[in-house]
Nanobody
Framework: QVQLVDSGGGLVQAGGSLRLSCAASGRTFSSYGMGWFRQAPGKEREFVAAITWSGGSPYYADSVKDRFTISRDNAKNTVYLQMNSLKPEDTAVYYC????WGTGSRYASAYDYWGQGTQVTVSS
């Protein structure tokens, strides 16, 4: 069993930066693939970024590529999402997710555990 707690959201102006954190409980965190998703009002949840159990092979949605960076620190049981050059269209609730399979996935259905979400609002 893994429990995830998302944090780090807030209100930022366009062009600004935020770093989201996802703290995980459980001794098996280091073997899990991790992902970040987001959901804007009235829209479906969408993939943002994913990373393997070792921190390798990160990949991103085209809409955030070159602006966002996913990383993890297995010693701290934490995964991060560094968000730079934020745009108003990045406004959403952001969720981290974990899957027992060690690779990441861009499909929400592939994940076993979810954080509670953290709100990111980007003003123009």
């Amino acid at each position: 069993q893994v429990q995830l707690v998302d944090s780090g959201g807030g209100l930022v102006q366009a062009g600004g930066s935020l770093r989201l954190s996802c703290a995980a409980s459980g001794r098996t965190f280091s073997s899990y693939g991790m992902g970040w998703f987001r959901q804007a009002p009235g829209k479906e949840r969408e993939f943002v970024a994913a990373i393997t159990w070792s921190g390798g092979s990160p990949y991103y949605a085209d809409s955030v590529k070159d602006r966002f960076t996913i990383s993890r620190d297995n010693a701290k049981n934490t995964v991060y999402l560094q968000m730079n050059s934020l745009k108003p269209e990045d406004t959403a609730v952001y969720y981290c997710a974990a899957r027992a399979w060690g690779t990441g996935s861009r499909y929400a259905s592939a994940y076993d555990y979810w954080g509670q979400g953290t709100q990111v609002t980007v003003s123009s």
